[in-house]
């Protein structure tokens, strides 16, 4: 949310000493509009399922909505139509989403794993990982937080554990806090 303060206009020549309390509203970017201004890096299927969904909601969804709303209105009274209130708050969620969609497309760009090297743990580096706790080996991906997906061994470079990951090399030990304790990972292979 963007944040709004208000500062008096400074004096100048021309306006008098009545005219300072005349407020302009200044925009102040909180840390979520900063982090929104960063590029977002996307794989081009994780783009064209975005394209699809944002496509999708505002061809089908959409018409579904003013259904939705013409059904609710024809029931009456709109001050006391709690279908109707219902509707048109789905409404704005749906909207809110589309915009959020397309914030997420605005500030993409497409990465290729073919185009980064396997030397070190990028984002999208396939790692495979020793857990040294349990014994238990996995295979991750490393992606933006957008694409995350844990039931898809897809985890966020932004996570415990991919933070602990990013720039470090077969055979390198690492030590992530994570909710269930402190886990220690070995790196043992990074694939593409």
């Known amino acids: ?3 709004l303060r208000t500062e008096p206009l400074p ?3 021309g306006f008098s000493s009545s005219n300072t309390g005349v407020v302009i509203p200044c925009l102040k970017l909180g840390k ?3 982090a929104m201004a960063e590029h977002l890096y996307l794989t081009r299927e994780r783009l064209r ?7 999708d ?3 089908n969804k959409r018409k579904e909505m003013a259904e939705m ?3 609710a209105r024809s029931h009456g009274d709109l001050s006391e139509n ?10 704005g969620l749906l909207e809110a989403k589309i915009n959020r969609l397309e914030q997420i497309i605005s500030r993409a760009r497409i990465l ?3 185009d980064l090297p396997n030397d070190k743990v990028y984002i999208l580096s396939q790692v495979k990982v020793k857990n040294h706790t349990t014994g238990i080996e996995a295979e991750y991906m490393l992606v933006s937080a957008e694409e995350a997906d844990l039931e898809k061994r897809k985890l966020a470079v932004t996570s415990p554990i991919g933070k602990a990951m990013m720039g470090r090399k077969v055979g390198d030990i690492v030590e992530a806090i994570v909710p269930a304790g402190r886990m220690k990972l070995e790196i043992l292979d990074i694939l593409r």
Request: net charge negative; glycine share 0%.
């Open 11 to 13: 004096r100048s020549n």
């Open 32 to 34: 979520e509009e900063q």
């Open 1 to 3: 949310m963007v944040n």
């Open 69 to 71: 709303i013409a059904e």
């Open 57 to 59: 909601l505002k061809t």
């Open 112 to 114: 290729d794993a073919k």
């Open 82 to 91: 709690a279908e109707y209130n219902a509707a048109k708050e789905a409404q």
């Open 49 to 55: 399922e975005i394209e699809d969904e944002i496509q």
